[in-house]
């Protein structure tokens, strides 16, 4: 495999690292973002977007994860807008890819409680005997729901009709993700706190109530859910890589500046030592992450896809991102823990992203099935 980036690929990170230096501010940077047509990169040419794929889309979470900017862009580009460009409907994906292109955040529902990435989710979909689907079901660790224009939640389909507060009845007719409106009667959100202090809500829908032509894809069969916690582990991952390449450079430049017995602190061997283990670290996740973009890339749907470079990706960051931080941490001292100086979001939106995967014992299982 040849993961050398060509000239679109290099000025897609070439833009995206321009527009996050010069705009730090969330706010400021996430319509940056949008007015350089960086959040329509997979959104198809006749919907006015670029018509690019998973690779170009991780690109810019790698530099999102590089400059540590808390913009809700791994739950809209990686949560919402490739699982809806490779899977959705016409009219989902010219609706909900425009306001995308607006500005619009999306996201999704992949964690219920004690199970992060089910693939038969505890949450149910009932059909409406007025037409459409009940919802009902809690996730938890939804990044981004208090603002999102539509939530992506994965649910057990069932058969049957039921009249609204009865209990479930029906045999499970297939799996399926939803697009909910959070503003939906029956769907509150409630927020929780995050190691970065980013925006996360515990999300209860009671009978909540989604029209027919909610269901991504009209998909029941499981593979437009199955291609969604492939585009959440390649997103974390890429995100991953940037905040562990960027830590690691931040470390670099301070033991080059920073002196001790009249000596650099990058010329001590045992600090040599530890620097290259964590940049051994990175470089196998920027590899990992790659192999994984390129095997979802590969396919024009997630149907049949397969999936061995993602877990692979997916388990090195929850088993291997964090300890490199460490080091990171542990070489700048003090100053890492300064609010003032980056680092501190570095590692604290890399512990995220490790519960967000599921953590270790999760990945490693993912990765043995």
Do not use: N
Request: charge should be negative; aromatic fraction near 4%; charged fraction near 20%.
């Amino acid at each position: 495999m040849d993961f050398t980036l060509d000239e679109t690929q290099r000025e897609i990170v070439d833009l995206a690292r321009d527009v996050l230096t010069r705009e730090t501010e969330p706010y400021l940077a996430w319509r940056a973002l949008s007015q350089a047509g960086l959040l329509t990169l997979a959104t198809p040419e006749r919907f006015g977007g670029a018509g690019l794929g998973v690779l170009e889309t991780a690109l810019v979470l790698t530099e999102v994860g590089r400059q540590a900017v808390q913009v809700p862009a791994l739950e809209t580009l990686a949560l919402g807008a490739l699982p809806i460009a490779r899977a959705g409907t016409e009219e989902q994906r010219r609706t909900l890819l425009g306001a995308v292109a607006e500005g619009a955040t999306l996201t999704a529902a992949i964690t219920e409680p004690s199970a992060p990435l089910p693939a038969t989710p505890r949450t149910t979909a009932l059909p409406d005997p007025s037409g459409g689907w009940v919802v009902s079901g809690t996730l938890v660790g939804v990044r981004s729901a208090g603002s999102a224009h539509r939530i992506l939640v994965p649910a057990t389909l069932a058969g049957g009709a039921r009249a609204p507060g009865s209990a479930p009845d029906g045999d499970p007719t297939g799996t399926g993700v939803l697009l909910v409106d959070p503003q939906t009667p029956g769907v509150t959100r409630t927020a929780t706190r995050t190691s970065a202090g980013t925006a996360e809500f515990t999300v209860h829908l009671s009978d909540a109530r989604v029209p027919s032509d909610a269901l991504l894809g009209d998909d029941r069969s499981g593979v437009v859910l199955a291609g969604l916690h492939r585009s959440a582990l390649v997103g974390a991952c890429a995100v991953g890589d940037g905040l562990l390449s960027g830590a690691l450079q931040l470390t670099a430049d301070h033991l080059r500046k920073r002196e001790q017995f009249g000596r650099p602190l990058a010329t001590f061997q045992a600090v040599a030592q530890q620097v290259a283990d964590a940049y051994l670290a990175s470089r196998t996740l920027h590899l990992a992450t790659l192999a994984a973009c390129w095997e979802l890339d590969s396919s024009s749907s997630d149907a049949g896809a397969e999936s061995g470079d993602v877990e692979v990706a997916g388990y090195w960051l929850a088993e291997r991102a964090l300890p490199a931080l460490h080091v990171c941490q542990h070489l700048h001292g003090g100053l890492g823990m300064d609010v003032s100086y980056p680092l501190h979001r570095h590692y604290a939106m890399t512990k995220d992203l490790t519960r967000f995967v599921g953590g270790v014992d999760r990945r490693l299982a993912g990765l043995a099935s």
